[in-house]
């Protein structure tokens, strides 16, 4: 069985400050893990993907996670808050078989001028 | 390339009544996934195709739910009877197989809100 627990449903900034989006994971097997964004009215995009090799994976838009296997964590950053990144962020683990996601509960990114 | 398109967007329906979801998947992609978020939690696993056969319903919560999956292409998910905990945005993904979901993740469509009263 998987889980995953995004600490914290509404994170706010300023902008230009760190962004930190925390996600914990728990899989029986190697997982693959994801994050997701979500802007008003749209589905989900990709950000980025951990799946096997390097451990700090660079996504879209200036973000980046880092898998961390003894902490069981991929927690999301970005150095910089923009406006635009105001949004509904997803962690997201699956399996190698590529069948079904287990997500988050989602954590709700306000940036404020 | 066209996205994964889902009809419609809004759906309000009585108790009751019977709604049917389309999810149009992105062109030759095999697997396709239905999710749904209910009152602003996680989102939830309902079902997988791979082309026209179910791989895994496992999230299905019950038998007033059925979904088909015409010659691999488009799906449709039925609600009948609705009930009022049906009600949530439903999410329909698609990728091509395992190694494209791999490198790309699921591609989703914008989602339908259903609400039943």
């Known amino acids: 069985a998987q889980s995953v627990t995004q600490l914290g449903s509404h994170v706010s900034v300023s902008e230009g400050a760190l962004v930190l989006l925390r996600c914990n994971y728990s899989?029986?097997?190697?997982?693959?893990l994801f994050w997701y964004v979500q802007y008003p009215n749209q589905g989900l995009q990709l950000l980025l993907k951990?799946?096997?090799?390097?451990?700090l994976v660079k996504g879209i838009n200036g973000f980046e996670a880092e898998f961390k296997k003894s902490e069981t964590s991929f927690h999301l950053t970005k150095p910089s808050a923009h406006m635009s990144d105001a949004a509904e962020y997803f962690c997201?683990?699956?399996?190698?078989?590529?069948?079904?996601?287990?997500f988050g509960d989602g954590t709700t990114l306000t940036v404020k001028p | 390339e066209a996205g994964v398109t889902q009809f419609p967007s809004h759906s309000v329906i009585e108790k009751g009544q019977t709604v049917t979801l389309r999810c149009d998947p992105i062109s030759g992609h095999d697997n396709l996934y239905w999710y749904r978020r209910v009152m602003g939690k996680e989102i939830k696993f309902l079902l997988h195709f791979v082309k026209e056969s179910k791989q895994d319903e496992s999230g299905m919560p019950n038998n007033r739910f059925l979904a088909e999956r015409t010659g691999g292409t488009y799906s449709t998910l039925k609600v009948q009877p609705a009930e009022l905990e049906d009600s949530g945005v439903y999410f329909c993904?698609?990728?091509?197989?395992?190694?494209?979901?791999?490198?790309?993740?699921?591609?989703f469509g914008s989602g339908t809100r259903l609400t039943v009263v």
């Open positions: 993904a698609s990728s091509q197989d395992s190694t494209g979901f791999r490198d790309y993740g699921y591609t």
């Open positions: 951990y799946t096997t090799g390097a451990t």
């Open positions: 899989s029986s097997v190697p997982p693959y």
């Open positions: 997201a683990v699956s399996d190698l078989n590529a069948g079904k996601s287990t």
